[in-house]
């Protein structure tokens, strides 16, 4: 039986999905028996509709064409405003159609509510595109991971600062002149502020978080650092001194005091697997009690990309409608009675780099060190490399420190009149020892 | 409603699934309404069953016991032994049995008659454990990716021989040294010949290829070629001169004249993706047309990953049993009537390292360059760096060359008797520039 769909949102990835649909029959009528038809698709931009040369009756400007349709079983909303897609999402549900999305803001803030409802209305959700784009890392996680217990998620879930930090790394540009090439090279929006400032990742490991605890992780429990605060000097500092490599990192860490969902920057070895992911990829690192470590990687961006998940999505949501189970076998087990408590990060502890600018006085690396030691902050080592005419800062990374302590130690040393320019701390990832 | 099922094999892998279903049941429960129940486990050794402390009338040597109970209806057959697994196999689908495989050598060289007979008789037959172990690569390509042509895979499969490589590059170990380490620990069995003649890779790819491809590909057809012939001072000239890493690598490549599916040592550029997967780790590369390049990376052997991968699959069969779907939706695609044709090696092209071992004699280098040029190889940097009392080998890289003609043109070399020992080659995986 023909399932029929309903695509609404023609932008970049629902005018591949489209595409896709229409021109991978092929590969389509074999895994759904009588295959997909694009029955209506909907946007209120008529002239994208105009550009894609549909069969006649196809294009609407009213969604809710497509929801009193009675054929159509499962509609894709591609919408990126979240409002609108929280709204149609819901009827949808309400018009017992399933639904494909890529839209990860509404997944991370609105997780509960959605699943709650789709769960009364018997519908399916599914949303592979929202995380890493064509990399099948929720399905990997939600099945292919299934009997295991995930207890580290770390992952580099946004390629256009991925990208702006790789060119930094490479080639010494500086954070405006690595934004500016990543605009160039198609990789950040004229506007990429939600790159920057970490909460595209934010969106990505909140849902990640959802698809793994039972219970509702909340967008707003998610701590959210960008990495407009980074510094050229700092990545090369710690480059040429460490060896380390700067990312911007998502991390769920389950630990015996609760879970830390969290985004900002982090150095890492530069012999770490997530080292490697460059440029605009994504890399997803996943630890299962008995599978280990296990990493899906790829272009977490691009119209075929996304398009690609959205429409593996549909063949097995239509394949499920086909055979009469959809809604049947649940694809996430919500529980949405609760949420998870998300660790605070002023109680979390990491090793800390950390670069002082001060006056030129003697004394001055006692008073900080003095400082750090009172808020049990040990420094396991510590840099400050004269150059004729240069203004030398002084490089530590510290040994693990409670993230409330540090900062209170930052601020009594920074108000000390000892210290020219806001003292610089990134955080280590893993425990490094450092020779 | 609760399924039962049979574990036939309760070695390394079936102990350990044994394990994950019992100690599992809140995440299987969840997933699988009425839960999963383990009726029988069956091994020859009757010693592994009184290990486990198993429930009375749980354990039988015999596996008709498992046949004939009409209440199991899914059994995962994790015997080592070919031709065993096979014939039971066979006879567990005649029993109108699902089943649940890590036989990598079974599918590879059975694919067609497996899944013919599977289909006659309505049964599904699920084997992720087979490729990666615990890396859900082959869900990842067959549903994450089902959109996608896939036009190319490169994976480093076999986690014992990437483990000696490693060790041979980093602490420069021979290969009998790097051979003991990886037995000391414990990633290659005392007798770990498949990995070393790249016969288990070879497995694994013919398996990936039977994933992708409709029509199957014969593993008779797979090019093999293992790492015993490598050297330590190959594997380092190619570090010190090109920085180029070393990998058994699989691959399969489609192009407009037909398939590679090929297993050879190749050279890697040191910043290539495939190069950071190091150790025992296995990494799969899998490029589709809408998705771009995915990799699926983890650890590809030992009991927990395997076992994760076989509890995974383990768990949709069972879902898809309790909802009278399985045998109904696919799982393979699978066109038996006809085979993938592979293309030879000979007729393939790469670019080629090469080192001479010559007599010490004017007018060497000059006749060698001569007849690799009769045959159309043509050399790309050419180096013979002399050190005091040192045999000075000759190193070259060539351009793309016919694998058969460089075969031809190096055998007229070797028996010109200007060669003292025969001339080694080893390929590049990617076109390279030499700097």
């Known amino acids: 039986m023909t399932v029929n769909i309903g695509i609404i949102g023609l932008g970049t990835v629902g005018g591949g999905v489209y595409d896709m649909l229409v021109n991978r029959s092929d590969r389509i009528n074999e895994r759904v028996n009588g295959g997909i038809r694009v029955k209506k698709v909907c946007d209120i931009r008529e002239d994208l509709g105009k550009d894609m040369n549909l069969p006649p009756g196809v294009f609407t400007k009213d969604y809710r064409d497509i ?48 699943f709650k409802k789709a769960s009364e209305c018997n519908s399916i959700l599914y949303f592979e595109a929202s995380v890493g784009s064509g990399i099948p890392v929720i399905q990997g996680i939600n099945e292919g991971m299934a009997a295991n217990r995930i207890d580290r998620v770390k992952g580099v879930l946004n390629g256009t600062t991925n990208y702006m930090l790789t060119r930094m790394e490479k080639e010494g540009l500086t954070m405006q002149e690595a934004e500016k090439a990543a605009i160039e090279a198609g990789f950040a929006e004229p506007d990429s502020s939600a790159d920057i400032n970490g909460l595209d990742a934010a969106h990505k490991i909140c849902v990640l978080a ?12 998610v701590y959210c650092e960008g990495i407009s605060g ?75 990309p996304a398009a690609s998940a959205v429409v593996s999505d549909i063949i097995y949501v239509a394949q499920k409608i ?21 660790l605070d990060m002023e109680n979390l502890s990491f090793q800390y780099y950390l670069r002082f600018k001060t006056i030129d006085k003697p004394g001055v690396l006692s008073t900080i060190s003095g400082v750090l030691g009172k808020y049990n902050v040990s420094i396991l080592s510590c840099y400050q490399k004269g150059r004729a005419g240069e203004e030398v800062p002084i490089v530590m990374v510290t040994h693990r420190a409670l993230e409330g302590n540090l900062k209170k130690a930052l601020r009594e040393i920074d108000e000390m009149g000892i210290i020219k320019k806001k003292t610089v701390f990134i955080r280590l990832e893993s425990d490094m020892e450092i020779y």
């Open 67 to 114: 929801l009193n349709d009675s054929e159509i079983s499962l509609v894709a909303v591609l919408t990126g405003n979240t409002k609108v897609a929280l709204k149609i999402i819901n009827e949808c549900f309400e018009n017992s159609k399933h639904v494909v999305t890529a839209n990860k803001a509404l997944l991370a803030g609105h997780w509960k509510e959605i």
């Open 210 to 221: 959802n698809v793994i605890f039972k219970t509702p992780v909340n967008l707003d429990d």
């Open 230 to 304: 980074l510094e050229l000097q700092d990545i090369k500092l710690a480059k040429e001194m460490f060896g380390f490599d700067i990312k911007l990192l998502s991390v769920i860490n389950v630990t015996s005091k609760g879970v830390e969902v969290r985004v900002h920057p982090s150095f890492l070895p530069s012999g770490d697997v997530l080292s490697g992911v460059k440029d605009e990829y994504n890399g997803i690192l996943v630890r299962g009690d008995a599978s280990g470590e296990v990493m899906f990687y790829g272009k977490g961006a691009g119209r075929y």
């Open 322 to 342: 086909n055979y009469g189970i959809a809604g049947k076998i649940p694809f996430m087990y919500t529980d949405t009675s609760g949420s998870t408590p998300v």
